[in-house]
């Protein structure tokens, strides 16, 4: 089986949450004790044995009770006056509360800066990886540098290397020039450069020195074509090699861009969304304390009236009617949400026709300079195929139960703060399978509150009529992170063989991480939308809606 439970803030936790909500249930209590006391104190009922939880009550319902005491108190229409140790009782319960609410304030002003600081993180994180694409940039930008005094020191060497030719081109082409000597027809052949006979080797010989002027001048001229279109080419080939390269580190540079720009845009989504949410809840609590405060306040005021001579008792119980409690301590500080680090994606990439335009074509050098292909950057990998989900079954559907809290959301929303939770040895939630029946190998569940690490130790019962409850396994729920978990260090009973069931019966047995040394609210999970698996798949993957 599988459990699922959302969160306060839909990222992460949020130090000092659970703090409030805790504070907030022993204000509840407080008041309903202080309830009971002055409800028994005025029935002469004996106050020393007053429970928790003893009356349900509403903070208006306190107010006015305490308001009528006195008013009757003023009218000397009350039966009996309560005992001062009750009225004392009475006000160390407020002043107590008054301290919880304190504490309350500073962890609901701590959640708030949490939240802001959350979101900032975001931009804090993209200005450190802005910075070491930073170094890349200035990688990219040397490139570009490079490549382009290249391709300027290409096209100069074309002109020289053009020029050279057209000038060799030029002369031998001169009727003046391309004119050989006579002699070299009948002088310089090969029986007249190898006679012996004197006459006519002393014709070849004058023959020779008579054209080595004329090939001289033919050679000196080729030879600086030559020379300069080996140099051309060569810077040719460089300023390929420096294309390869900047485009290559444009590539780099932009990726690692519009990841972190993605990044820090995931980022501030969701934090900005628990930010929201914190700030919602927060002014809620804000009010709602503002709120107690000031009752708290007019019952210890109304608590005077019972002290205070005959002759006083009217002045005072008017003067409490109109007393308005100064709740500024209790003022929360929001605040806006921080702006996010600039980061700009480059909007053109190497090959694509923005980009050519912009490096190379608008370049005084491009019409002349001999261009590599464009090496277009590497598509990004797609994402793997995912494995078939495994067979888990569908949502269980919610029945009686006995819970600590019950914070509903029909058992299948995955959404904050919703589904159950479990404090108390015994209490159990009770789930039935209207699919169909399913032998049991481990659970799915959903976390529903991200305030900080949660856990319980629970045995799975199952049975196929919701009675007659097997005894089938015992795990472990636990987690700090708000999503979809699966039971863990599960141990199945000996006697279960895989019997498929269709009704399920989680129990808690006990925690497995508290909050706290002697909290009475010790918050162990909020469960929501509860899977069996009969293959024990791990991880178990999202959940298959039906």
């Not at 992460?12 to 008041?31: C, H, I």
């Not at 130790?457 to 196929?464: I, Q």
């Amino acid at each position: 089986m599988l459990m699922q439970v959302t969160t306060k803030t839909e990222k992460q936790s949020l130090v000092g949450f659970e703090e409030r909500q805790e504070s907030a249930t022993d204000s509840k209590r407080a008041w309903d004790k202080m309830f009971a006391l002055a409800t028994r104190a005025t029935k002469h009922e004996n106050t020393t044995s007053v429970q928790e939880g003893d009356i349900a009550f509403s903070l208006q319902d306190v107010s006015r009770h305490f308001k009528d005491m006195a008013q009757q108190e003023a009218s000397n229409d009350l039966a009996s006056t309560p005992d001062k140790a009750t009225l004392k009782a009475i006000e160390d319960m407020v002043r107590q509360m008054e301290q919880g609410m304190d504490k309350e304030h500073a962890s609901s002003q701590s959640v708030v800066d949490n939240a802001e600081t959350l979101v900032q993180d975001c931009a804090t994180a993209a200005h450190a990886t802005l910075k070491d694409i930073a170094g890349l940039k200035r990688t990219m930008e040397s490139g570009r540098v490079e490549h382009s005094a290249c391709r300027t020191a290409e096209v100069g060497d074309r002109r020289d290397k053009e020029k050279a030719c057209k000038a060799w081109d030029d002369y031998r082409m001169n009727p003046a020039n391309n004119q050989a000597p006579l002699c070299i027809s009948n002088k310089l052949t090969r029986p007249a450069i190898s006679t012996k006979e004197s006459v006519l080797k002393s014709e070849m010989e004058s023959c020779i020195r008579s054209t080595d002027h004329w090939v001289s001048s033919l050679h000196e001229q080729l030879k600086s074509c030559d020379l300069l279109t080996t140099t051309h080419t060569n810077k040719t080939e460089d300023c390929k090699a420096k294309q390869r390269t900047f485009e290559s580190s444009f590539c780099t540079y932009a990726a690692k861009l519009d990841d972190a720009c993605d990044a820090q845009d995931v980022c501030r989504n969701s934090t900005i969304a628990g930010m929201k949410r914190v700030l919602v809840s927060e002014k809620n609590a804000e009010m709602v304390r503002k709120s107690e405060f000031e009752a708290g306040q007019k019952i210890l005021c109304f608590i005077n009236v019972f002290k205070v001579n005959a002759s006083l008792k009217k002045q005072t119980l008017e003067r409490c009617k109109s007393v308005e409690a100064n709740d500024s301590k209790y003022n929360i500080t929001y605040h806006s949400i921080p702006v996010a680090a600039v980061c700009n994606k480059e909007s053109v990439v190497p090959c694509n026709s923005g980009w050519l335009q912009r490096e190379y074509r608008s370049q005084s050098w491009h019409s002349q300079a001999n261009m590599g292909a464009c090496q277009a950057c590497p598509s990004p990998k797609p994402a793997p195929t995912p494995s078939p989900p495994p067979q888990i079954g569908c949502k269980l559907k919610c029945h009686a139960g006995k819970h600590f809290e019950d914070y509903g959301g029909n058992c299948d929303t995955e959404k904050s703060l919703t589904g159950w939770n479990f404090i108390r040895k015994g209490d159990y939630q009770v789930l039935e399978d209207t699919c169909q029946k399913t032998s049991f190998k481990t659970l799915q569940w959903y976390y529903s509150w991200c305030g900080g690490r949660r856990g319980s130790r629970m045995f799975v019962d199952g049975s196929d009529h919701n009675g007659g409850w097997k005894q089938i396994a015992v795990g472990t729920i636990d987690a700090k992170t708000c999503g979809v978990h699966n039971m863990t260090n599960v141990q199945l009973d000996p006697s279960y063989h895989g019997k498929r069931y269709n009704w399920w019966r989680l129990r808690h047995n006990h925690n497995t991480h508290n909050h706290g040394a002697a909290h009475w609210l010790d918050k162990d999970n909020f469960m929501t939308n509860v899977r069996i698996d009969s293959a024990a798949v791990d991880p178990m993957g999202p959940f298959q809606h039906p």
